[in-house]
Every structure is written in C-alpha cells, then in structure tokens.
T-cell receptor
Framework: DTEVTQTPKHLVMGMTNKKSLKCEQH?????MYWYKQKAKKPPELMFV???????INESVPSRFSPECPNSSLLNLHLHALQPEDSALYLC?????????????FGEGSRLTVL | GQNIDQPTEMTATEGAIVQINCTYQ??????LFWYQQHAGEAPTFLSY????GLEEKGRFSSFLSRSKGYSYLLLKELQMKDSASYLC??????????????FGPGTRLSVLP
C-alpha cells in the first residue's frame, strides 16, 4: 500500500461551521504533514507531525487545529474559517530515519468557504 | 531568507527535450526534489539529488550543483501526458522534528503536438 488517502475530496462550508479533514496512510511512515495550496501556487507547509508529536506549526491561525490520533492518521479540524481559506489541502507522509525521505501526497481535499 | 526560483511557464513540442531550471537560496540544504503535479491532482515524486551531478531515471534526469545553488530537470522524448506543473523543492532540514521542505513556485509545462 503506497497510498495516502484523504477524505472528503470536496468540502463546502459556511464561516460558522465546524468540519474536519482526514488523512490516512499505512506505509509505516512516522512523519505526516498538512499543506495548503492555492491555485497556480506551490504547496505551503502548515503543520508537521513527527512520531505523533507536533513538531512544526508554521504560524497557522488557530481556526485550523491539527490532530494526530496515531501514526497512521492525521486530522485537520476547521472552525470559523474565512473565504480566503478556500484552497486545496494536501496531506503528505514520509519515511523517517533513512532513505530519501520524499513526500508521498494524498489527492487533497478541496475546500470552499462561503 | 528562503527563495527558490523557476520559470513560470514553458512550452515544448511532443518528442522534444526540455530543461526546467531551478535556483535556490535556503538556510540549509539536505537534498533537492522534483515533483510533478497534474492539474487538480496531488504532486508525485520524480527525482532526488543530494550530491552534485546528474541522476537519470528513464526519460527524466535531474542535475544538481550545490556551489551554484542550481538544479535542472531534463525531460526527454516529451509526451502529451508530460503537460503538468513541475515543482522544485529543497529540504533545508531533516532532524528528529521531521523534515522541512521549501517549494518553488512551479513551472507549468505545456506539450504541444
């Protein structure tokens, strides 16, 4: 299994809603990432979890709340978002402790905030 | 600061060769990666360089010069399916806290018949 699975693929939410994005991998990777990507722009790092601990938080607003319940799962909880938060949210994972460490990306969750 | 530059757009003809350049200035260096991203899809890993020189993988090759802060991705025998964005990414840190990647703006390649 070399996949990173993200759900939902599409999400439309109002500014007062609470929703969550989910990400799952079964490759034994111990680092998981959330990236935000706007149209025609590169991915921007939001959070990194390494061995289930939050290791990097790139000054992301508190309306985005990450959670790593175990080494295979990564969630991104969304609350009181703004229309400018509409974007493709990519989850990625990587093998730590050896190899090239390249990122394996999921297909993304396309979020629209009304 | 962190800065990675790539051409915004390139056009090439099916069957031809195209070279996509990337220059970088980052606080650290622990490898340079190239990813391919088709519109609306996730990026997929193409190549990795950590030492100077050329790495070849089928129709794709990638070159690195650390002293010049320069890399290129070479695509041979272009096919229509190679139309995509190509992202240059530098890993500037890899430690017990994980990896930090800095992505370039991406180069949108259009392959014409």
């Amino acid at each position: 299994d070399t996949e990173v699975t993200q759900t939902p693929k599409h999400l439309v939410m109002g500014m007062t809603n609470k929703k969550s994005l989910k990400c799952e991998q079964h490759m034994g990777h111990r680092a998981m990432y959330w990236y935000k990507q706007k149209a025609k722009k590169p991915p921007e790092l939001m959070f990194v979890y390494s061995y289930e601990k939050l290791s990097i938080n790139e000054s992301v607003p508190s309306r985005f709340s990450p959670e790593c319940p175990n080494s295979s799962l990564l969630n991104l909880h969304l609350h009181a978002l703004q229309p400018e938060d509409s974007a493709l949210y990519l989850c990625a994972s990587s093998l730590e402790g050896g190899g090239t460490g390249e990122l394996f990306f999921g297909e993304g969750s396309r979020l629209t905030v009304l | 600061g962190q800065n990675i530059d790539q051409p915004t757009e390139m056009t090439a003809t099916e069957g031809a060769i195209v070279q996509i350049n990337c220059t970088y200035q980052t606080s650290g260096f622990n490898g340079l990666f190239w990813y391919q991203q088709h519109a609306g899809e996730a990026p997929t890993f193409l190549s990795y360089n950590v030492l100077d020189g050329l790495e070849e993988k089928g129709r794709f090759s990638s070159f690195l010069s650390r002293s010049k802060g320069y890399s290129y991705l070479l695509l041979k025998e272009l096919q229509m399916k190679d139309s995509a964005s190509y992202l240059c990414a530098v890993r500037d840190r890899w430690d017990n806290y994980g990896q930090n990647f800095v992505f370039g703006p991406g180069t949108r390649l259009s392959v014409l018949p």
